[in-house]
């Protein structure tokens, strides 16, 4: 049995199962999931959890080479998307683009993981990447 770390079973396999430029959303409550694309939904209530808290512990046992907000984050909820940067390291790239542009792009992510966050356009999406274990002989 877990005890330690990331204790959600299917987040857990959702990640196991990414490989390099493969993509995961954490999302709000309110976002629009397509069909058909898996949805790990840990919403208990308003506010919990929020994508701050999931993005927290994910981050610590994924390997992220880029993260995608949608321009309206920015716009409206500023604070929310300088929290969100602030957890990405500094090497990460960050790229935005409109929100009905990152809904789209939600077709082909792997899988979504939804909070109970209510905060308007909390919505972020991680591309996998090769993490510090990775070694390069020659570059």
């Known amino acids: ?15 196991a199962h990414l490989g390099h430029m493969d993509e995961l959303i954490i999302c709000d409550a309110g976002f629009p999931i397509p069909m058909g694309i898996r949805t790990i939904d840990i919403s ?10 999931v993005l ?5 046992h994924f390997s992220v080479e880029k993260i995608v907000l949608a321009e309206e984050t920015q716009e409206h909820s500023p604070t929310m998307f300088t929290k969100l940067t602030g957890l990405i390291d500094k090497s990460v790239a960050v790229e ?9 792009r939600s077709r082909g992510v792997k899988a979504v993981v939804r909070t109970g966050d209510f905060t308007a356009y909390s919505n972020i999406l991680l591309v996998s990447g090769a993490g510090p274990r990775w070694f390069v002989e020659k570059e």
């Open 96 to 104: 935005t683009m409109p929100h009905i542009d990152f809904k789209q």
């Open 56 to 60: 927290t512990e994910i981050l610590q």
């Open 44 to 53: 208990l209530k308003v506010n919990q959890p929020t994508t701050l808290e």
């Open 1 to 15: 049995m877990i005890e330690t770390g990331l204790l959600n079973i299917e987040i857990s396999d959702a990640i």
